[in-house]
C-alpha cells in the first residue's frame, strides 16, 4: 500500500546535526512533492519545506534557511531531511508527507513521526 | 505568510452533538482549505480536502464548507472516536500554513 516509513527515534546534544529519512513505497517516487513539518511536544503543526523528487529542488520556509537541507536518493525512493546546529527548541516531532495535486495539494499521505530530543 | 486563525481553541461537547470549527484565512485562498485529524501520538490524517471534498473512507459526518477567507468543519452525531485535535491549513501559497489547531474533548 502506499506509505512513507521514516527513520526511528533521536537524541541529539545540542549544536548538533540531524538527518531523517522517509522512505516511499506503494506510488512513484517522483511524480510527488514530499513536505516536511514538524511539531514540538503540546504545539501545533510547523510547515518547514518542500522537496521535488524528480528534481531534487528544494523550496524551504524563511525560519529554516541556511540551517535546513532536503535532498533524496531515487534509487531507493527516499527523501532527506538534515537539521544543523541543533537547539533544545528543535526538540519535536518530524514528519514527511505527501503532497496530491488532485487534493489541491493537501497532504494525503504521512511518515509515522520521527522523534527528535536535543538535550545535553 | 499566510496567518490560519482558528476558533476555538478547545471545545467540549457531547456524543451525538453537532460540533462547528472555524478558519480564517488573512487573505483569500479560494477553496485551499483542508482540514486534518490528529490524536495522540499520531500523525495528522486528511479529513477534508479543498474546503469541501470528503476524502474517501472518512464518515460522512464530517463535512466542510467555505471558500475565500472563512471556512467551517462540522462533525455532526459526534462520536466518542472523534476525540482528537484538528487543523486546518491552505495550500493556496508558499509557505503552507496551518491554523493553531482546535482541541476537542467529549
Known amino acids: 500500500q502506499v506509505q512513507l516509513v521514516q527513520s526511528g527515534a533521536e537524541v541529539k546534544n545540542p549544536g548538533a546535526s540531524l538527518k531523517v529519512s522517509c522512505k516511499a513505497s506503494?506510488?512513484?517516487?517522483?511524480?510527488?512533492?514530499i513536505q516536511w513539518v514538524r511539531q514540538a511536544p503540546g504545539q501545533g503543526l510547523e510547515w518547514m519545506g518542500r522537496l521535488d523528487p524528480k528534481s531534487g529542488d528544494a523550496r524551504l520556509a524563511q525560519n529554516f534557511q541556511g540551517r535546513v537541507a532536503m535532498t533524496r536518493d531515487t534509487s531507493i525512493n527516499t527523501a532527506y531531511m538534515e537539521l544543523t546546529s541543533l537547539g533544545s527548541d528543535d526538540t519535536a516531532v518530524y514528519f514527511c508527507?505527501?503532497?496530491?495535486?488532485?487534493?489541491?495539494?493537501?497532504?494525503?499521505?504521512w511518515g509515522q513521526g520521527t522523534m527528535v530530543s536535543v538535550s545535553s | 505568510d499566510i496567518r490560519m486563525t482558528q476558533s476555538p481553541s478547545s471545545l467540549s461537547a457531547s456524543v451525538g452533538d453537532r460540533v462547528t470549527i472555524t478558519c480564517r484565512a488573512s487573505e483569500t485562498i479560494n477553496t485551499f482549505l483542508n482540514w486534518y485529524q490528529q490524536k495522540p501520538g499520531k500523525a495528522p490524517n486528511l479529513l477534508i480536502y479543498?474546503?469541501?471534498n470528503l476524502r474517501s473512507g472518512v464518515p460522512s459526518r464530517f463535512s466542510g464548507s467555505g471558500s475565500g477567507t472563512d471556512f467551517t468543519l462540522t462533525i455532526s452525531n459526534l462520536q466518542p472516536e472523534d476525540i482528537a485535535t484538528y487543523y486546518c491549513?491552505?495550500?493556496?501559497?508558499?509557505?503552507?500554513?496551518f491554523g493553531q489547531g482546535t482541541k476537542l474533548e467529549i
Open positions: 508527507a505527501r503532497d496530491y495535486s488532485y487534493y489541491g495539494y493537501a497532504f494525503d499521505i
Open positions: 491549513q491552505q495550500t493556496y501559497k508558499t509557505p503552507r500554513t
Open positions: 506503494g506510488y512513484t517516487f517522483t511524480g510527488y512533492y
Open positions: 479543498t474546503a469541501s
